[in-house]
């Protein structure tokens, strides 16, 4: 079993809708990230949670709202999202939230908003 | 202020060339952690190697070879003998303190295309 895995791979959504992003990792570790990729533009740090306590929320707008529930959890809820917000979002994990260490990734889920 | 520069946008060459991908970080820590990452097109990005701000020895694995110079502020990765499986993009990335707490940041990328 990958050390990542994000579902789902795809997710087409109205602006309107509502619904979540989920990550798993199967590392053991105790920071896990969230971070948006758009064409041509530097990978986007929006969450760091470390012990599932958030430590750093990067000025992301409240229509993405991050949960992490355990150490091996963490979700993205999405609601009233914006075109401006289609992207791959990527979770990924690592031993601790200091940046020493290097991040593992998932595969990504690739958002369009209609 | 902190910032990784990878100019480099993408690059085309043949398989069997060698083949270079620039990155040049700006910090104010003495104590910093360099990375370069792989993206193929699946999407998830592989970690391929990590550097402290203390150990300037060049490093190689395989086709791999990472140089790190201090001085121009540089750590450059080095494919030989390129293959198309290696097509992907490449990320450099920061990681140190100057902010009081670790911050780490990537550099935008370079796509590299080896064509057969």
């Known amino acids: 079993e990958t050390g990542v895995t994000q579902t789902p791979r795809h997710l087409v959504m109205g602006m309107t809708n509502k619904k979540s992003l989920k990550c798993e990792q199967h590392?053991?570790?105790?920071?896990m990230y969230w971070y948006k990729q758009s064409a041509k533009k530097p990978l986007e740090l929006m969450f760091v949670y470390s012990l599932e306590e958030r430590v750093e929320n990067n000025s992301v707008p409240s229509r993405f709202s991050p949960e992490c529930p355990n150490s091996s959890h963490l979700f993205l809820h999405l609601h009233t999202l914006q075109p401006e917000d289609s992207a791959l979002y990527l979770c990924a994990s690592s031993q601790e939230d200091r940046g020493i260490q290097p991040q593992h990734f998932g595969d990504g889920t690739r958002l369009s908003i209609l | 202020a902190q910032k990784v520069t990878q100019a480099q946008t993408e690059i085309s060459v043949v398989e069997k060339e060698d083949v270079t991908l620039d990155c040049v970080y700006e910090?104010?820590?003495?104590?910093?952690?360099l990375f370069w990452y792989k993206q193929p097109p699946s999407g998830e990005l592989v970690f391929l190697i990590r550097?402290?701000?203390?150990?300037?020895q060049n490093e190689i694995s395989g086709r791999y070879s990472w140089n790190f110079q201090k001085s121009t502020s540089s750590f450059n990765f080095t494919i030989t003998a390129s293959q198309v499986v290696d097509s992907a993009v490449y990320f450099c990335?920061?990681?140190?303190?100057?902010?009081?707490?670790?911050?780490?940041?990537f550099g935008t990328g370079t796509r590299l295309k080896v064509l057969a």
């Open positions: 590392l053991g570790h105790n920071a």
């Open positions: 550097r402290n701000s203390f150990d300037e």
């Open positions: 990335a920061l990681s140190d303190s100057t902010s009081g707490t670790y911050k780490y940041i």
């Open positions: 910090t104010r820590d003495t104590t910093y952690y």
